[in-house]
C-alpha cells in the first residue's frame, strides 16, 4: 500500500481559513491521502469538494477534550452524518477512564458508534495516551473493543505530547486484530512515519502529509 493511502490529511487549528481548508482538500485529491479531516464546521465543505474520488471526508468529535456529554458528542456525530461525513474520530471521557469509571467510557463510545454505524459511518476513538499510565493505555483499548469501533487512536495533537511507538506497539497488542490502531500528532518525516506503521498503525494523522510523501 501506498504511504499516501495511510494518511488522514489534517487542519484541525482553531484559526483555519477557507482557503487554507480548500488547500488541504487540493493536496488530498493531487496525492490520493485517505482523507480530509477537518473540525465540524467545515465537513460539508470537505465533503462536496471530495465527493466521486477515493478520499474520505473526516471530522473529529468532542474535541479536544473529550469532556462533552454523550448526548452532545452523538448529535455532533448525526449532523456530521447529515453533511456528509465518512469517518468520525471521538475523544474519549478521559477523567472518567481515570477515575476507573469504565462503564460510563464504555457507554459513551458505545452511544457515538451506534450513532455512526447506523449510516455505516467508520468510527476512530482517541483516547489520549500522553495523559494516561500504561494500565490506563491497556484499559482504554479494550474499552474501545468493547464500545465497537473500529480503531484506537492516540493523540488529540492538542496535549502534551502525541504518539509514542511504545504506546502504539502496546496498543496494538492490546488490540490485537480487534481494532486497528491509528498513530496522531507529532509525525512529520518518512522515517517516523515508517516506524508507526511498523510499530502496528494503519493508519496516521498528520498535518505534514506533503512532507511525509517527499513533496
Same mark, same amino acid.
Given at each position: 500500500?501506498?504511504?499516501?493511502?495511510?494518511?488522514?490529511?489534517?487542519? =484541525?487549528?482553531?484559526?483555519?481559513?477557507?482557503?487554507?481548508?480548500?488547500?488541504?482538500?487540493?493536496?488530498?485529491?493531487?496525492?490520493?491521502?485517505?482523507?480530509?479531516?477537518?473540525?465540524?464546521?467545515?465537513?460539508?465543505?470537505?465533503?462536496?469538494?471530495?465527493?466521486?474520488?477515493?478520499?474520505?471526508?473526516?471530522?473529529?468529535?468532542?474535541?479536544?477534550?473529550?469532556?462533552?456529554?454523550?448526548?452532545?458528542?452523538?448529535?455532533? $456525530?448525526?449532523?456530521?452524518? =447529515?453533511?456528509?461525513?465518512?469517518?468520525?474520530?471521538? $475523544?474519549?471521557?478521559?477523567?472518567?477512564?481515570?477515575?476507573?469509571?469504565?462503564?460510563?467510557?464504555?457507554?459513551?463510545?458505545?452511544?457515538?458508534?451506534?450513532?455512526?454505524?447506523?449510516?455505516?459511518? =467508520?468510527?476512530?476513538?482517541?483516547?489520549?495516551?500522553?495523559?494516561?499510565?500504561?494500565?490506563?493505555?491497556?484499559?482504554?483499548?479494550?474499552?474501545?473493543?468493547?464500545?465497537?469501533?473500529?480503531?484506537?487512536?492516540?493523540?488529540?495533537?492538542?496535549?502534551?505530547?502525541?504518539?509514542?511507538?511504545?504506546? $502504539?506497539? =502496546?496498543?496494538?497488542?492490546?488490540?490485537?486484530?480487534?481494532?486497528? $490502531?491509528?498513530?496522531?500528532?507529532?509525525?512529520?518525516?518518512?522515517?517516523?512515519?515508517?516506524?508507526?506503521?511498523?510499530?502496528?498503525?494503519?493508519?496516521?494523522?498528520?498535518?505534514?502529509?506533503?512532507?511525509?510523501?517527499?513533496?
Amino acid at each position: 500500500m501506498e504511504l499516501a493511502h495511510y494518511l488522514d490529511h489534517t487542519l =484541525l487549528k482553531a484559526t483555519a481559513t477557507e482557503e487554507q481548508v480548500d488547500k488541504v482538500i487540493k493536496e488530498a485529491k493531487e496525492n490520493n491521502f485517505a482523507s480530509v479531516m477537518v473540525n465540524p464546521y467545515w465537513v460539508q465543505h470537505v465533503h462536496s469538494q471530495v465527493k466521486g474520488t477515493s478520499v474520505k471526508t473526516a471530522t473529529v468529535i468532542g474535541f479536544p477534550l473529550g469532556a462533552n456529554t454523550t448526548a452532545i458528542k452523538v448529535a455532533e $456525530v448525526e449532523q456530521a452524518i =447529515l453533511d456528509g461525513v465518512d469517518e468520525v474520530d471521538m $475523544v474519549i471521557n478521559i477523567g472518567e477512564l481515570k477515575a476507573g469509571h469504565d462503564k460510563q467510557v464504555e457507554a459513551d463510545i458505545k452511544a457515538v458508534v451506534t450513532a455512526a454505524h447506523q449510516a455505516n459511518k =467508520l468510527v476512530k476513538v482517541i483516547i489520549e495516551t500522553a495523559l494516561l499510565t500504561k494500565e490506563e493505555i491497556v484499559r482504554a483499548c479494550q474499552l474501545v473493543v468493547a464500545g465497537g469501533a473500529e480503531f484506537v487512536k492516540t493523540s488529540t495533537g492538542f496535549s502534551t505530547s502525541g504518539a509514542q511507538l511504545d504506546d $502504539v506497539k =502496546l496498543m496494538k497488542e492490546t488490540v490485537g486484530d480487534q481494532a486497528e $490502531v491509528k498513530a496522531s500528532g507529532g509525525i512529520h518525516t518518512k522515517e517516523e512515519a515508517m516506524a508507526f506503521i511498523e510499530a502496528g498503525a494503519t493508519r496516521l494523522g498528520t498535518s505534514a502529509s506533503l512532507q511525509i510523501i517527499g513533496k
